[in-house]
């Protein structure tokens, strides 16, 4: 079965530029994450959504960065404009809530640098 | 709030030694506890996880993790560790809301060096 499928892997861009970050989750699964990976603030939740609809999005850091999750096998975390301190590692996660207390599967990250 | 603390940032070990990778938690639920690992480049994966009976579980690659209730830990230990084993260690909780699934809420990370 394939994993939690991230793209793109790695992106420069530069200050200003709109940035989207895709993410199809494990087949099946009705939890999807987006977490940010910092040297300063390590492994951060950004907003995760059930069944498609955005559960809880207070960790996404202001009205520059917008989620979406069209159906159940993808989704799309947007930065517009980017800029430098948005440079991290974001990971895109997946479960399924049936089995209690479910692994969450992380993807590989996509790399961003903003310069 | 839920937290997480893992209380060394850094633990440097040589080859063939044992190693335990302390992580505490706190919560006015209960959680299941997981530990996860970080190669360099790579993402997250997963150790071992308690959710719930025998408070020691095994994972993968012979690690072990021991949960103790009142102290409310989740230490992570390996007899005998591998040059491989060098990564970066994330202790993390998840609400236990009978039923529904919360996020993960991560420690600061733990990295293992492992020297010859």
């Known amino acids: 079965d394939a994993g939690v499928i991230q793209s793109p892997r790695h992106e420069v861009t530069e200050m200003g530029q709109e940035v989207t970050l895709r993410c199809k989750p494990i087949?099946?699964?009705?939890?999807l994450f987006w977490y940010r990976q910092t040297m300063m603030r390590g492994l951060e939740l950004l907003i995760y959504?059930?069944?498609?609809?955005?559960?809880?999005d207070s960790g996404m850091p202001e009205d520059r960065f917008s989620a979406k999750m069209p159906n159940a096998s993808f989704s799309t975390l947007k930065i517009q404009p980017s800029e430098p301190r948005d440079s991290a590692v974001y990971f895109c996660a997946s479960s399924f809530a049936r089995v209690t207390g479910n692994t969450i599967y992380f993807g590989e990250g996509s790399w961003l640098t903003v310069v | 709030a839920q937290s997480v603390t893992q209380l060394d940032s850094q633990v440097p070990v040589f080859e063939e030694a044992p190693v335990e990778l302390r992580c505490n938690y706190s919560s006015s639920v209960s959680v299941y506890l997981f530990w996860y690992v970080q190669y360099p480049n790579q993402g997250l994966q997963l150790l071992l996880k308690y959710l719930s009976g025998s408070t020691l579980v095994k994972g993968i690659n012979g690690f072990e993790a021991e949960f103790n209730k009142s102290q409310t830990s989740f230490h992570l230990r390996k007899p005998s560790v591998h040059i491989s084993d060098t990564a970066e260690y994330f202790c993390?909780?998840?609400?236990?809301?009978?039923?529904?699934?919360?996020?993960?809420?991560f420690g600061k990370g733990t990295k293992l060096s492992v020297k010859p």
């Open positions: 087949s099946g699964h009705d939890y």
């Open positions: 993390a909780v998840r609400l236990n809301y009978g039923g529904s699934q919360g996020n993960l809420i």
């Open positions: 959504f059930n069944n498609n609809v955005p559960i809880d």
